[in-house]
């Protein structure tokens, strides 16, 4: 298995325009979460899905960002607009059931919004 | 609600000389408690458990449940243990992970 896969691996975008993260889990794996990565607040959990259904998505930082799991093998995560203060490392990771600490991380994509 | 604590951001250390990242925890219950790390241009990945009690790369982590910390060890640093390393929490019957704000672990030559 290639691992979790993620794309792009950098977005660079202006203000206002839509951005679209998109994630492939390890297949069989039932739950997928979405991070976000930046120097002041280390790692946060923006939304998680366990067999596709969104679980918890009080880490969302505002209405600009919705996430999405059509299917089992992929995942999209979307702001719009963006802003500047988007820019951010942003994580997928899965995982097994029942193994709540052990998550495989995609490599990231990093994106930056002028 | 959970909390997971580093206090340092940024860590240095000469080779061979010992190193400790700090981790503390604020939570009522049992936790599971984790390290992950992520060396230059790799992913994010488990390093150990406190529950496997194991080293893993000479690194050890013991869970002090009076001082609610899990503080990384290591007796001999190396250059390439140079990564950021984050302290992860697993509250009871939770789903996810609540990791701390990482710290940069450099080993200086």
């Known amino acids: 298995d290639a691992g979790v896969i993620q794309s792009p691996r950098h977005e660079v975008t202006e203000m206002g325009q839509e951005v679209t993260l998109r994630c492939k889990p390890i297949s069989g794996h039932d739950y997928l979460f979405w991070y976000r990565q930046t120097m002041m607040r280390g790692l946060e959990l923006l939304i998680y899905f366990n067999n596709n259904v969104p679980i918890d998505d009080s880490g969302m930082p505002e209405d600009r960002f919705s996430a999405k799991m059509p299917n089992a093998s992929f995942s999209t995560l979307k702001i719009q607009p963006s802003e500047p203060r988007d820019s951010a490392v942003y994580f997928c990771?899965?995982?097994?059931?029942?193994?709540?600490?052990?998550?495989?991380f995609g490599e990231g994509s990093r994106l930056t919004v002028l | 609600a959970q909390r997971v604590t580093q206090p340092e951001k940024l860590l240095s250390v000469f080779k061979g000389a010992p190193v400790e990242l700090k981790c503390n925890y604020s939570y009522s219950g049992s936790p599971e408690l984790f390290w992950y790390v992520q060396y230059s241009r790799q992913r994010l990945q488990l390093l150990l458990r406190h529950i496997s009690r194991e080293s893993i790369k000479g690194f050890t982590a013991d869970l002090n449940k009076g001082e609610t910390s899990f503080h990384l060890k290591k007796p001999f640093a190396q250059e390439e243990d140079s990564a950021m390393y984050y302290c992860?929490?697993?509250?009871?019957?939770?789903?996810?992970?609540?990791f701390g704000s990482g710290t940069q672990l450099t080993v200086l030559p």
């Open positions: 990771a899965s995982r097994m059931g029942g193994r709540t600490g052990e998550l495989f």
């Open positions: 992860a929490l697993a509250a009871s019957s939770a789903r996810q992970l609540t």
